[in-house]
């Protein structure tokens, strides 16, 4: 797909609903009794993946597009599948499912594609393992596919070396079924909907904090559960998408645009933190919480942008984010750092060094560390051929990016925005100016 500069972005935009919460509503909405009705359900095909597997195990779902019926099993309703769990491109779906699977009275296979076969699992493996799971990844390379034997779990207390919210959700999914109170402990607090949505649905889950000098430690705390039950979601659309175009907005002169219902949890949110200490103009209107989770309009501006230091605590709370701020950085003056992101290694593609290849094709002055990337801003970008690497936010970045750039840019396997934003290219092409 090819795209040449444009004079700004001006007008309104609903971006899709927020895939983490989609992906965790049809999960716990069938592990629960009685009817979840979800609104706003993103229909990416991630969470069309989620809704594959929870059809395979017996879970009536119809998916009317703007309402999702889940019709619940129960804590123990589910039943085997009749054939290999399919994730697809989804590393939320597989390790999530993972936590629920370990605690069935049945065998599961699950499996995804190219890029699902290479991401790490081994973080699950370990902590549910000590559960007392049944779980071993079958090429032997810590990756799916892997296979589950339900089994009989106690509650651990786990300190994660991640801060990595499909790691403590598939630890306190498991948690659900398990013997005793089960911790999950994490360097920094990773987003937290699967703790609001478990508390809508009836969990005892809870969230402490330690705020001690550099540590900011969190510690989510879940009972086992006799039952869950369902409920109504309203999903918020997801800040993630909208990331594409709040940069583009802030980096092209002339900018305007307003986007409507984007969840603003403080653990997703950091982008709006990042991009004002960029210099960046967002203004939050109708501030409101649905189904535990905040959410408002956000009406962003071209801004005249500087560098920043983007590290420790904030990066869970952007790290899908970073690609496009990384782009935006091109367009700040000065330096922008983003240390202490070594998981974005291990997201759809290494998202450092994909960053840096692409960025570097378009012109700019980037460095790529182990664990970030340095882009010295004020560079003018310049067409290029990109790879996406099929990693959707690398696609969509890329076209935001282009937008800027002198001379034409193509973006290769560009289909791949359809994982989380089957419309992103229709939405995009309204906003332009000439
Ligand atoms: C997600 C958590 C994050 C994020 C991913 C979605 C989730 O991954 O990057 O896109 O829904 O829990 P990690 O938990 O691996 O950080």
Redesign the pocket.
Known sequence: MKFTRCKSLRGEITVPGD??IS?RSVMFGSIAKGTTEIRNYLQGADCLSTIACFRSMGVEIENHGEVVTVRGKGMRGLRKPDAVLDCGNS??TTRLISGILAAQDFEATLTGDASIQKRPTKRIIEPLSLMGADIRSIPGNGCAPLKIRGQKLHGISYVSPVA????K?AILLAGLYAGGETRVTEPYL??N?SEILLRCFGADVRTELEDAGASSRATAVIRPAAELYGSRVDVPGDISSAAFFICAALMLPGSEVLIRNVGTNPTRAGILKAARAMGGDITLYNERTDSGEPAADLLVKSSALHGTVIEGADI?TL??ELPAIAAMACFAEGETVIRDAA?LKV?ESNRIAVMAENLTAMGADVTETDDGLIIRGGKPLHGAVIDSHMDHRIAMTFAAAALCAEGETEILGAECVNISYPEFYRDLEKLKTF
């Open positions: 895939k983490s992906h590393g939320t990595s919210a499909q790691v959700s990773s987003r909907h869970p790290i899908d998981e997201k």
